[in-house]
């Protein structure tokens, strides 16, 4: 799983929108919208904004995306 797929898993189980997570990182949607689905991969602290407000770690959204 990519670290995109992680966000988008995380995030839609916790009920929050593309807009909400992408405007409280300080990144467009369009941006977050491109992370998720694997076109772009997230700096090392957008990674962390996005981590902190989906309330897990950055290894969260790292972890099975490292052995792929």
Not at 2 to 28: F, M, P
Not at 33 to 53: H, V
């Amino acid at each position: 799983m990519s670290v995109g797929a992680n966000i988008r898993r995380i995030r839609e189980k916790k009920g929050l929108t593309q807009v909400y997570v992408a405007d409280q990182a300080g990144i467009s949607q369009v941006m977050l919208s491109q992370i998720e689905n694997g076109y772009k991969d997230p700096s090392i602290r957008t990674g962390k904004r996005i981590a902190n407000i989906l309330g897990c770690k950055l290894d969260d959204l790292v972890k099975e995306a490292i052995t792929e």
